[in-house]
């Protein structure tokens, strides 16, 4: 099995940067398309980011597009989400999740293409 703890949330102002990790441990060959999701307080899960084993294709949901990198270090056994000029809007629990699968263009963006879950990290940006 794998284990995945987040780590980075906090609170921002309006057009800051946080980055967050994902530090893999157990099965990390299992990781092998990650992803950040975020729930907002009465929102549903929604998809941010994704990348696959090689770190050579990523996605982004439209609302982080450009705002947004997702990037992964395998010999540390960990993804990264460095977040640039932060919205209120972005405010949630930002939860990541890997895949066994390779990346596909078509599974990237679901949650049920995934196999295991962070605990969240909460971040907040105030206007």
């Known amino acids: 099995q794998v284990q995945l703890v987040e780590s980075g949330g906090g609170l921002v102002q309006a057009g800051g940067s946080l980055r967050l990790s994902c530090a893999a441990s157990?099965?990390?060959?299992?990781?092998?398309?990650m992803g950040w999701f975020r729930q907002a307080p009465g929102k549903e899960r929604e998809f941010v980011a994704a990348i696959s084993w090689s770190g050579g294709n990523t996605h982004y949901a439209d609302s982080v597009k450009g705002r947004f990198t997702i990037s992964r270090d395998n010999a540390k056994n960990t993804m990264y989400l460095q977040m640039n000029s932060l919205k209120p809007e972005d405010t949630a629990v930002y939860y990541c999740?890997?895949?066994?699968?390779?990346?596909?263009?078509?599974?990237?963006?679901?949650?049920?293409?995934?196999?295991?879950w962070g605990q969240g990290t909460q971040v907040t940006v105030s206007s």
């Open positions: 999740a890997a895949s066994r699968s390779f990346y596909s263009s078509s599974g990237y963006y679901s949650e049920e293409s995934y196999n295991y």
């Open positions: 157990g099965r990390t060959f299992s990781t092998r398309t």
